[in-house]
């Protein structure tokens, strides 16, 4: 399984970025897909997730602002992301769950209950 971010960038606050992850390797449109993030000196933390049928949880500080969404034609995992503060910094990275399951765990903001990884696309809100 490959993930490859994109759509980081700087943005001032208030402003939006979409950020983009192409995911390969394997059929993931029936699985658990999430976003996290990480502000430097900070641990990895949840932002949203989407499951096989669509449906999507969020993370209480993006919920409102965020909205993730997928498009199985091109493989590629979304994050629309409104209303960016400066807290919103961060490295972000999309998610494959570790066992590769149709329906999002309950607990889905762990980071042990993810197995692939992208390499990230940094968000910088000033």
């Known amino acids: 399984v490959q993930l490859v971010e994109s759509g980081g960038g700087s943005v001032q606050a208030g402003g939006s970025l979409r950020l983009s992850c192409s995911v390969s390797?394997?059929?993931?449109?029936?699985?658990?897909l999430a976003w996290f993030r990480q502000a430097p000196g900070k641990e990895r933390e949840a932002a949203a997730s989407i499951d096989g049928d669509g449906e999507t949880k969020y993370a209480d500080s993006v919920k409102g602002r965020f909205t993730v969404s997928q498009d199985n034609a091109k493989n590629t995992l979304y994050l629309q992301m409104d209303s960016l503060q400066p807290e919103d910094t961060a490295m972000y990275y999309c998610?494959?769950?570790?066992?590769?399951?149709?329906?999002?765990?309950?607990?889905?903001?762990?980071?042990?209950?993810?197995?692939?990884w992208g390499q990230g696309t940094q968000v910088t809100v000033s």
């Open positions: 390797g394997y059929p993931y449109s029936r699985y658990c």
């Open positions: 998610a494959v769950d570790q066992l590769r399951l149709a329906v999002c765990r309950t607990d889905w903001y762990l980071v042990q209950r993810f197995g692939y």
